[in-house]
T-cell receptor, first 111, second 111 residues
Framework: DQQVKQNSPSLSVQEGRISILNCDYT??????FLWYKKYPAEGPTFLIS?????DKNEDGRFTVFLNKSAKHLSLHIVPSQPGDSAVYFC??????????FGQGTRLTINP | DTGVSQNPRHKITKRGQNVTFRCDPI?????LYWYRQTLGQGPEFLTY????????KSRLLSDRFSAERPKGSFSTLEIQRTEQGDSAMYLC?????????FGSGTRLTVV
């Protein structure tokens, strides 16, 4: 069973606009959520995280929103830049245990 | 270098051969994880160590796979009698609490 789902395999956004990447989860025990960015032939790079006690965390151009009742989180990137083009993975963990990843969303920023 | 180091970066092997990968974690991180990523999917958990103890193994880890972390330092992942389905990116991550850091991975191609 897929406990973490990213239903959009790809997303294309114009440079300067907002990119919104979505993620849904099913396991109510998850208490920590992370977003990773991945370039080809490299390992995932940590981007931003949020604890289940919060509903928003912001770091520069990146903001993660958590809606626990809907079991949904989203990553907002604004303004989007060409260097943001990559595959983005949502991941979740329960009590500091292993990360469970979504399938990824390929973000393309068009000039 | 304070990151997670994985060697080799690429490995091409013939079906039926054995391969071994190495991961050197961040020195002060006590947990070490192995993940496998195939094309179009997110990383999938294989196994993890707390110091030298292997605490959890995924059902994905067949008896052809074995992992070790002697003395709680570096870790090795060995695949015996490789099959074409083993072709994937093998990722290592180390963590202290919630701060996961991934290596660049080892890409295995079984021909």
């Amino acid at each position: 069973d897929q406990q973490v789902k990213q239903n959009s395999p790809s997303l294309s956004v114009q440079e300067g606009r907002i990119s919104i990447l979505n993620c849904d989860y099913t396991n109510s025990m998850f208490d920590y959520f992370l977003w990773y960015k991945k370039y080809p032939a490299e390992g995932p790079t940590f981007l931003i995280s949020i604890s289940s006690i919060k509903d928003k965390n912001e770091d520069g151009r990146f903001t993660v929103f958590l809606n626990k009742s809907a079991k949904h989180l989203s990553l907002h990137i604004v303004p989007s830049q060409p260097g943001d083009s990559a595959v983005y993975f949502c991941a979740a963990s329960a009590e500091g245990a292993k990360l469970v990843f979504g399938q990824g969303t390929r973000l393309t920023i068009n000039p | 270098d304070t990151g997670v180091s994985q060697n080799p970066r690429h490995k091409i092997t013939k079906r039926g051969q054995n391969v071994t990968f190495r991961c050197d974690p961040i020195s002060e991180h006590n947990r070490l994880y192995w993940y496998r990523q195939t094309l179009g999917q997110g990383p999938e958990f294989l196994t993890y160590f707390q110091n030298e103890a292997q605490l959890e193994k995924s059902r994905l880890l067949s008896d052809r796979f074995s992992a070790e972390r002697p003395k709680g330092s570096f870790s090795t992942l060995e695949i015996q009698r490789t099959e074409q389905g083993d072709s994937a990116m093998y990722l290592c991550a180390s963590t202290w609490n919630y701060g996961y850091t991934f290596g660049s991975g080892t890409r295995l191609t079984v021909v």
